[in-house]
């Protein structure tokens, strides 16, 4: 019984995924079984279609940029939160990870709202970019305040007990010590950031990302196998950065001489 | 000259005031031990030596030089952590050479030279490429020990460093520190809970309570003399009889009456007080032995057996409260039986009256 729930659960789960690349290679236009033959057209279009381009290097320069900007903050913050002790830090901690919580559809209109009718900015990948930070930071935090709760304060005490500066110690001690996490924290973001949809669509303005762009190609039939293609492609780049991420953690673990529990793999 | 000298050291944390008035002095070569409780200041007043913790009060001065504000990094002391704090990413050798790093007189060469060096004095010779993960409690404590040595600091501070090892590797670094320190001839300044390793070790110990210094003496003396009730009880075993003093003569319960100048304590005052004195100095008498000096009577009321030696609980006539004595075993003599009468040989000279 157990059994039969859990394969069935894995096919409700993983099926839908294994059809992209059945009909990305399929060369019928209709997304439907029979298959009608073997083709590579699909990714040939991928490789022409300049919209696609430019929204992919939008949404990767998007994505790098709140990677890198959501994991400083999330250094501070849980520097801040694991080592010292100041007024009001549970309350400054929870307004930091609300939005983890707060339904994107909000902090997407909220913003809108902010940056046109108050500022009356235009709409541009910075704004998208500034909302991004602002739901990614709270996923840093929260991965190196594990990194940062795991380290001996002993140890930053013994490298200026040794003649290191605050400045030093931080880059010959700290730093090592919580790399994993900063580059489990940077992929976690960039990943987040470049599926990232309501915010995006509501946020673009004329550039648009790579979600908000396939959602344009929806609307019209013909481009769903070109979907599919696109699609397979980037399952494969998830589950590229799924492997390094882990690696990255539990080669991490072994270096700290620690014992590895839990993770995603 | 003393090379560390606090004054009026206070501390406070928010409303707690965790050092009351540290006055010390302590020497070049000197090993020192900081003996108490937990919660006592101990490791506070180790901070405040080493610079991790600023002084609410007070002057710290470390070789004539004023340190109070001096950060730790600056300061010619050095420290090894009660968790060793070895830095993970690191090999054994880049540990200990970790603060040779902005030493600009010295060339790779004689940095590698001066780590070899500091391994070996550990005894961790041809450990110096290992990964520091994998090392054993001991050998981390023993690598962070060359890693602050390396520097040759004035003064080496240590924080309760054998507490996290087995009794038998404990004994066993309790021997090798005493060997280093004078090696090296630097003052080493010990914290420690543990008063058997303050014993061993030190040179001088200060025993502390509540943010101060109790007591601060020789290790026999500091056994041998306690100046309170509290600190005999924390170093070794006490036993403690209820007393009376008048005129210069002391009542003693289960001892009897005692002139005040054969004890060895200061004057005291006349009324209620309290006679102590350690397991080791009275005497059960076996049958057939006797005694020149003074005996007091009483039942045996409780044996444990060491092996080499034996506890006795004695109830002396007259007395609620059962003293412990420990006897060496000899050979062919039988251990006597819970409810034996027992005579116990004393001598006024071991007695400690307390005010």
Redesign the interface.
């Known amino acids: 019984m157990l059994r039969t729930y859990v394969i069935a659960f894995l096919i409700f789960l993983y099926a839908p995924i294994t059809l992209l690349p059945v009909f990305a290679f399929n060369s019928g236009t209709v997304i439907a079984f029979p298959l009608d033959g073997f083709t590579l057209e699909w990714f040939a279009a991928l490789r022409t279609n300049r919209e696609l381009h430019s929204a992919l290097a939008n949404s990767l320069t998007v994505a790098g940029t709140t990677a890198v900007i959501s994991v400083l903050l999330g250094l501070m913050a849980a520097r801040a939160n694991v080592r010292y002790r100041f007024p009001a830090k549970a309350a400054a901690m929870g307004l930091v990870m609300i939005p983890l919580v707060l339904p994107e559809i909000i902090v997407a209109t909220s913003l809108l709202v902010v940056v046109v009718q108050f500022f009356g900015w235009s709409l541009s990948l910075v704004t998208v970019v500034a909302a991004h930070v602002l739901i990614c930071t709270p996923f840093a935090v929260a991965i190196l305040n594990a990194s940062f709760q795991s380290l ?1 304060p ?2 930053e ?9 605050r400045a030093s110690t931080f880059r ?2 700290t730093l ?2 919580v790399m994993p996490g900063i580059i489990a924290s940077l992929l976690i973001c960039f990943t987040i950031s470049l599926d990232e949809f309501i915010i995006a669509f509501f946020l673009t303005g004329s550039d648009t990302t790579l979600p908000v762009y396939i959602w344009s190609l929806l609307r019209f039939p013909k481009q769903l196998p070109i979907i599919m293609a696109l699609g397979t492609l980037l399952v494969l780049a998830s589950i590229l950065i799924l492997t390094l991420a882990e690696w990255n953690r539990r080669r991490g673990i072994a ?3 620690g014992s590895d529990s839990g993770g995603f793999l | 000259m003393s090379l560390i000298s606090l004054r009026g050291i206070e501390k406070y944390y928010g409303t707690y005031h965790a050092l009351r008035g540290i006055d010390l002095d302590i020497g070049a070569g000197e090993f020192f031990s900081l003996l108490g409780p937990s919660g006592c200041g101990k490791t506070t007043l180790l901070r405040v030596i080493a610079g991790f913790e600023g002084v609410s009060e007070g002057t710290v001065t470390i070789s004539d030089r004023d340190m109070t504000r001096v950060p730790p990094n600056k300061r010619p002391t050095n420290m090894v952590f009660q968790s060793y704090a070895i830095f993970p990413h690191l090999t054994v050798a880049q540990n200990v050479a970790f603060g040779l790093r902005r030493r600009s007189d010295l060339n790779r060469q004689a940095k590698d030279t001066l780590v070899e060096e500091a391994l070996d004095m550990v005894g961790l010779g041809g450990f110096g490429a290992r990964a520091s993960t994998a090392l054993s409690g001991g050998q981390r404590q023993r690598v962070a020990l060359a890693r602050a040595l390396v520097l040759r600091p004035k003064v080496l501070l240590l924080d309760e460093p054998l507490s996290a090892l087995d009794k038998k590797m404990r004994e066993q670094m309790q021997v090798e520190l005493i060997r280093l320190q004078r090696q090296v001839g630097i003052t080493f300044i010990l914290v420690t809970h543990d008063q058997e390793e303050a014993l061993v070790m030190s040179d001088r110990i200060a025993v502390m309570f509540d943010g101060k210094i109790a007591q601060l003496a020789e290790a026999e003396a500091l056994y041998r003399r306690p100046v309170s009730r509290r600190v005999a009880e924390f170093i070794g075993v006490m036993n403690f009889l209820p007393a009376t003093v008048a005129d210069g003569v002391v009542d003693a319960q289960g001892l009897g009456k005692i002139v005040v100048e054969d004890l060895q304590s200061e004057a005291t005052t006349d009324g209620e007080t309290m006679v102590g004195f350690r397991p080791e100095t009275a005497t059960l008498l076996f049958p057939g032995q006797d005694s020149e000096g003074r005996v007091a009577r009483g039942t045996v009321s409780e044996v444990v057996y060491y092996g080499d030696m034996t506890y006795y609980d004695v109830r002396l006539d007259g007395c609620e409260r059962p003293v412990r004595i420990s006897m060496r075993n000899v050979f062919g003599r039988p251990v006597l039986d819970i409810g034996a009468e027992a005579r116990l040989a004393w001598s006024p000279g071991a007695l400690t009256l307390f005010r």
């Open positions: 001996d002993a140890l005490e013994a490298a200026i007990d040794l003649g290191e500066t010959l001690v090592p010590l270096r700290a001489g």
